[in-house]
């Protein structure tokens, strides 16, 4: 399986109808060269600008669902659209869309651990609560969002419904960098899974990204990683790698916490 992460750079003075255009164009130039594409965290607006989230709010199937249906049916790509600020019922979310190679909503998914500390995002947009499994070709594919990454219950469950990689696209601030890499190692080893890691590069809301996208096979080896700037980070999946890890080391057998956990004992 061949994987493109675009690491689409966020300017505050590109218009956003401007920004979704461009990221449908960078979408269909990877067709032939990936049979899945990944976008990054709130491009659309910018992560950290959360004076723009309501404003910049859609519907489920509003513009940037609709132009990047379009993109993933021209390349003919499973497409991670990156995540936006969905606006439903009068709350806003931070959600995530998987679209099929015919265009087709294979999932959504909606951010559960929002981030800010009491601002920001944490108060601005309500929480996810369903964990999103998404069966392509030949992997299985868990959906987290940024901030997910610290929260490795999360993951384990997504390993108990089947995945056997992690796609997490992200707005990560430059200044945490290191745990970027870090927790996307941490994530790929202890669920013996791939992790695809898919940043925003520039600035915004004057925060500076991290970009570095990354992809860590079962292993916690680093299969590829992009610089800080707009960048494609273009790597080969091998689905067989995760059972083969799995079986050579089965760690994962002997989990006894989480597993039909006994009750604790009390004195």
């Known amino acids: 399986m061949r994987a493109s992460l675009i690491q689409i750079a966020v300017d505050p003075d590109e218009p956003v109808d401007a920004r979704r255009a461009r990221a449908a164009r960078l979408v269909r130039a990877e067709s032939g060269?990936?049979?899945?594409?990944?976008?990054?965290e709130l491009w659309t607006v910018?992560?950290?600008a959360s004076d723009l989230f309501a404003a910049g709010s859609e519907p489920l199937n509003g513009p940037t669902h609709r132009a990047m249906a379009e993109a993933a049916r021209d390349a003919g790509v499973w497409l991670h659209a990156g995540s936006f600020v969905e606006a439903e019922a009068g709350a806003l979310y931070n959600t995530s869309l998987v679209l099929s190679p015919d265009g087709e909503l294979a999932a959504s998914y909606r951010k559960i651990h929002r981030f800010g500390f009491d601002e920001g995002e944490a108060v601005l947009m309500a929480a996810g609560e369903d964990l999103v499994t998404v069966d392509l070709p030949h992997l299985t594919v868990g959906v987290g969002t940024c901030y997910d990454l610290r929260f490795p219950e999360l993951?384990?469950?997504?390993?108990d419904a089947g995945a056997q990689a992690f796609v997490v696209p992200a707005g990560w601030p430059?200044?945490?960098?290191?745990?970027?890499?870090?927790?996307?190692?941490?994530?790929a080893v202890e669920n013996q899974?791939?992790?695809l890691a898919c940043g925003t590069a520039g600035t915004h809301a004057g925060i500076e990204q991290a970009g570095h996208s990354i992809v860590v096979d079962p292993w916690g080896e680093v299969l590829a990683e992009a610089g800080p700037g707009e960048e494609v980070l273009r790597v080969a999946l091998d689905p067989g790698r995760v059972a083969a890890t799995r079986e050579e080391f089965p760690a994962l057998k002997d989990r006894v916490l989480g597993v039909a956990a006994p009750e604790p004992k009390r004195s």
């Open 46 to 48: 910018g992560a950290f």
């Open 193 to 195: 899974a791939y992790v």
């Open 174 to 187: 430059a200044r945490r960098r290191a745990h970027w890499t870090l927790l996307a190692q941490a994530r």
């Open 155 to 159: 993951f384990r469950g997504l390993v």
């Open 33 to 40: 060269r990936a049979d899945l594409v990944v976008l990054p």
